[in-house]
């Protein structure tokens, strides 16, 4: 990322941290404040209703998994464990406030994360995400559970979610995404002007913070990277970043893999990250809109039933627009059905002769778990330079 | 090491004189396809299935028979599928009655069968000698770290080790875990693309304590999704089920079968314990479990077996002496029979499998006259598969309705959903009953990292402790 691009970052960054407060403010106004896991969960309905939406989504720090274990199995994601851990260890200064928590229940560790935000008395909505996603009565199911949201919503915050509300609200997080989408098309050059580490962050960015002022900022550094370029070397081998998510402050491995000499030039991740490809239409039914973007045109997640094939032919398409070299899959520990998966893609990364690094993280980045974690990386960046 | 150590063992296991020269070349062959030598056979015949089961009833080791009878078909799959027979396959826990039903409708032309529960009792609780499929799934992709279902990975590596051939279709019941259906797609995708799955599932998205049964909403998805995916398989399968068949199938199962197993349920709660709560699980799981060989000699076993427990109870007999407490499992680790003999041996009984006990509701007849509104409200009934909440009222009706004196959790570590609740349920269980609830992590179906030196302490302490509240 070149120098101007950097300060622009830099200042989004302090606006991010400030968010809470920010929050809590508003809250004192009366504004209702609404969480939300995971990616099934439409921001433009708790906008339109005139509330906030603040993504449940943080991770990297080992306490907060564990933190909840005299409640929940061990061999839980240690993503879904954490959700609840930093509330539990009163490090959470957003879910403390929320007036509701729509939380997915799309797989186990979702679903029971929600029970646990239940069983611990925060007010919660459970929206059920059948993973049979092919069958149209799985997709009615979903359909209806945005309705019972939408009225939810109504309900708490005494705004009527009219046409005309939830069109702005869309055409606002189209606008968010339409940005996120050039900016990450301009990844496909050589050098990328932006590596993966600030991508990511600049998409956990645009969930922190007014739709408008988000998109007007994310414009900002675009045009900034877009005329001045970035700061990697044309030599720097690009990497996929794959696997189920990188969440709000789970930056080490990111950090590792650009830090020893190669470039995440995109990501195919399933959760924490905008999906431009997929803006919502603005026309017609727009609840069903929602439904049909949110559930069915997107590439389906890993859970998802009858998903893997798709999901390789969508990465292959990826590893050839954007010039990609080596492939990382990163993955949570007990994560079982991305372990399946990446045995799986490992398997077909072979046969393309694409090199594949397999990481696992517990959220664990002591001393001892870092040496052996960098040299991996850095003998994978090392292959790949020589290839 | 026996002579013929495959007669001995089908003589051993209640095969009857005259079928044994039918049996004994299919035993012999399918024991080898199953990767069990002789001396393994020797070893369970001698020293593990007498040190595990009560082989001094002939109703015990009937039982077994029936199970290795099963064990035999399943591994003439392919030969089945030369014959132009069409399979269906499921797992657990689904609504037997279906699988049964497409049984019933064309016997010698359908085969059903849960292949990877079969093999896990089988090989485990029978042989100890499960470990090679694990090993061999976990080598192929379904890796040991990430703790997945040894059921899963059975089932997996019976088919890529082409034990099992692909059947016509797979029927999953998905609304349990999500790796089950998952690990059909993984079988296509990694090793036989011929393997067609159909998918019945239903998020985990009810408020805690809802009591889903009573959800006429849920109530008709669930209908909607059973009816689906049951006429999809007819036609994957090309026969028409008549409705009949599926009500025939019930009461084959639950007028038939259910009333004499909740006989001897009952006969095990008298005190002292007459039977082990292992023996009692194994005769509970055909009501769970489709026998493409059909429930009768598992019948014919239990009506033994009532018998003889019986005699047992009017001499006093029993297992534990008199007094001693009882504990209720959610499933009874069966597949690792070391376990519920542990216990016993530290003079504390493990009789009551929670998830095969009826609740009282369940015992009460259907608001809905369809056969799928009826089959999904009764679904919607069983303890494992609703929410926490309600689970957790209907486990405590059970644990008043039997007088048990704590309740057993955990061995479900590898189960993202079933096992995933049972820490909070322990707390919530002890909440509402003052009953003592124990969590022990275990795994139910395999024991590599579970071994019995690994759980005797822990399990002298449940037993102290219980004994300890009840004196």
Not at chain 1, 159 to 177: H, Y
Not at chain 1, 329 to 354: C, H, P, T, V
Request: with cysteine.
């Amino acid at each position: 990322m070149n120098s101007s691009a950097r300060v622009l970052m830099s200042e989004f960054a302090k606006d991010v941290v400030a968010w809470p407060e920010m929050l809590k403010k508003e809250k004192t106004k009366g504004t209702k404040l609404v969480g939300f896991t995971g990616r099934y969960i439409p921001e433009e309905l708790i906008d339109a209703a005139g509330a906030r939406s603040y993504l449940i989504c943080r991770g990297g720090e080992p306490e907060p998994p564990d933190a909840v274990l005299p409640y929940m199995l061990r061999f839980m994601s240690p993503f879904a464990r954490a959700q609840i851990g930093y509330h539990l260890l009163g490090i959470d200064p957003v879910v403390p406030m929320l007036d509701l928590i729509v939380a997915q229940c799309t797989d186990c560790h979702m679903a029971r994360l929600a029970d646990m935000f239940e069983y611990f008395k925060l007010p919660t909505m459970k929206v059920g995400v059948p993973s049979d996603w092919y069958k149209p009565i799985s997709q009615d199911y979903y359909c209806r559970g945005l309705a019972k949201l939408k009225r939810r919503l109504e309900e708490m915050t005494g705004n009527s979610i009219t046409d005309e509300r939830l069109r702005a609200s869309i055409e606002g997080f189209n606008e968010i995404r339409n940005t996120l989408g050039k900016i990450n098309e301009l990844r496909k050059k050589n050098p990328p002007p932006i590596g993966g580490y600030d991508f990511i962050r600049l998409n956990h960015f645009s969930f922190c913070g007014d739709v408008a002022e988000v998109a007007g900022k994310l414009e900002n550094i675009h045009e900034s990277i877009r005329k001045e370029g970035g700061a990697f070397s044309e030599k720097a081998p690009r990497v996929l970043l794959t696997g189920h998510l990188v969440a709000m402050g789970d930056y080490v491995v990111l950090n590792l893999i650009e830090n020893a000499g190669a470039v995440i030039a995109a990501e195919f991740l399933d959760e924490g990250i905008r999906y431009p490809q997929w803006n919502v239409p603005t026309d017609g039914d727009l609840v069903k809109n929602l439904a049909e973007t949110y559930y069915l045109q997107r590439t389906p997640p890993s859970r998802s039933n009858y998903a893997w094939s798709q999901r390789i032919k969508q990465m292959e398409q990826i590893i050839a627009d954007f010039h990609i070299d080596g492939v990382v899959w990163y993955q949570l520990s007990f994560d079982e059905l991305y372990s399946l998966e990446s045995s799986l893609i490992a398997g077909r990364m072979k046969q393309m002769r694409i090199p594949f690094l397999k990481l696992e993280s517990s959220y664990e980045y002591s001393r001892e778990a870092m040496g052996p974690l960098s040299t991996r990386v850095e003998s994978f960046v090392e292959s790949l330079k020589k290839r | 090491m026996a002579a013929d150590v495959h007669r001995e063992f089908l003589e051993f296991t209640g095969f009857e004189k005259n079928e044994i020269p039918e049996y004994l070349p299919l035993w012999r062959k399918a024991s080898e396809k199953l990767g069990l030598s002789g001396a393994d056979i020797s070893f369970a015949m001698e020293q593990w299935i007498p040190r595990h089961f009560d082989v001094k009833l002939k109703g015990v080791r009937k039982m077994i028979g029936a199970w290795i009878r099963e064990a035999i078909d399943l591994t003439r799959t392919h030969e089945y599928k030369e014959q132009g027979m069409k399979s269906v396959y499921g797992i657990l826990p689904a609504h037997a009655t279906f699988y049964y039903a497409f049984k019933m409708a064309d016997p010698d032309n359908v085969f059903v069968s849960f292949p990877d529960i079969h093999l896990v009792y089988v090989l485990n609780a029978f042989f100890h000698r499960l470990n090679p499929y694990l090993d061999g799934a976990e080598k192929a992709g379904m890796l040991y770290g990430c703790r997945h279902c040894a059921l899963n990975k059975t089932r997996f590596w019976s088919r890529r080790s082409e034990l099992i051939a692909s059947p016509s279709v797979s029927w999953l019941w998905s609304f349990v875990c999500d790796e089950a259906a998952k690990t059909d797609e993984f079988i296509h995708d990694s090793c036989a693309p011929d393997w067609k799955t159909l998918v019945t599932t239903m998020p985990h998205d009810q408020p805690l304590g809802t009591r889903e049964d009573e959800v006429d909403e849920r109530v008709e998805y669930l209908a909607a999704q059973m009816k689906d995916s049951f006429e999809s398989v007819q036609q994957h399968i090309g026969l028409k089920v008549p409705e009949e068949k599926i009500k025939a199938a019930s009461d084959m199962l639950w007028l038939g079968y259910a009333p004499k197993l909740e006989e001897l349920l009952q006969l095990v709660a008298r005190d002292p314990q007459p039977l082990s709560g292992e023996e009692v699980y194994f005769f509970a799981e055909p009501l769970q479990i489709p026998f493409n060989t059909g429930i009768e000699t598992m019948e014919k076993a239990l009506d033994i077996l009532i018998g003889e427990v019986k005699e047992r109870v009017a001499k006093g007999e029993g297992i534990l002496p008199k007094g001693a407490p009882k504990l209720m499992s959610i499933l009874t680790p069966a597949a690792n029979p070391w376990i519920v003999k542990m216990f016993e041996e530290c003079g504390v009984g493990v009789p009551f499998p929670e998830g095969l006990m009826p609740s009282k509701k369940e015992l009460q007849p259907s608001r809905f006259e369809d056969p799928y509104m009826a089959a999904a409200e009764s679904w919607l009934k069983y303890s494992m598969t609703v929410n926490v909440g309600y689970k957790c009222e209907i486990i405590c009706e059970k644990i008043e309705t039997y007088g048990v004196d704590g309740m057993l959790l955990g061995f479900l570590d590898f189960d993202r959903w079933l096992g995933s609740d049972h820490r909070l349920l322990s707390k919530m269980v002890e909440e509402k009953t003052g009953v003592p609830a124990f969590y022990i992590e275990g795994d139910i179906w395999e024991d590599r990292d579970y071994s019995p030196e690994a759980l005797r302490t822990r399990i002298e302490t449940v037993a102290s402790v219980v004994k300890m509240r009840k004196s």
